[in-house]
């Protein structure tokens, strides 16, 4: 079983940036698939970006696609979502999430993931 903490939210103006981090109670490479997933109030979580075990596929939604990176920190045990030039619609809680997995493949519907963390409140504002 993996445990996973998620730290890096808070308030940023539009345009501004962030980085959320993941921390993982075991290593994940080559072992979990791991994603991000956010939820705005009224609305259903959706992948937001997503590392394959092998780490040689991601997954962009295209609302984020050349803002947001996934990245990852083998020593750390930890995934990074870099997120630049914020917008008001970002704003959502964020999730991190792990798959026991051993493919190239990501993984973008919630229920396709066992472990969950906490989340974190990203709020974007004037």
């Known amino acids: 079983e993996v445990q996973l903490v998620e730290s890096g939210g808070g308030l940023v103006q539009p345009g501004g940036s962030l980085r959320l981090s993941c921390a993982a109670s075991?290593?994940?490479?080559?072992?979990?698939?791991i994603a991000w997933f956010r939820q705005a109030p009224g609305k259903e979580r959706e992948a937001v970006s997503c590392?394959?075990?092998?780490?040689?596929?991601?997954y962009y939604v295209d609302s984020v696609k050349g803002r947001f990176t996934i990245s990852s920190d083998h020593a750390k045990n930890t995934v990074y979502l870099r997120m630049n030039s914020l917008k008001p619609e970002d704003t959502a809680v964020y999730y991190c999430a792990a798959r026991s997995d051993r493919t190239s493949y990501c993984y973008t519907y919630w229920d396709e993931y066992n472990y969950w963390g906490q989340g974190t409140q990203v709020f974007v504002s004037s």
């Open positions: 075991v290593a994940t490479s080559y072992n979990y698939t």
């Open positions: 590392i394959s075990s092998s780490e040689t596929t991601t």
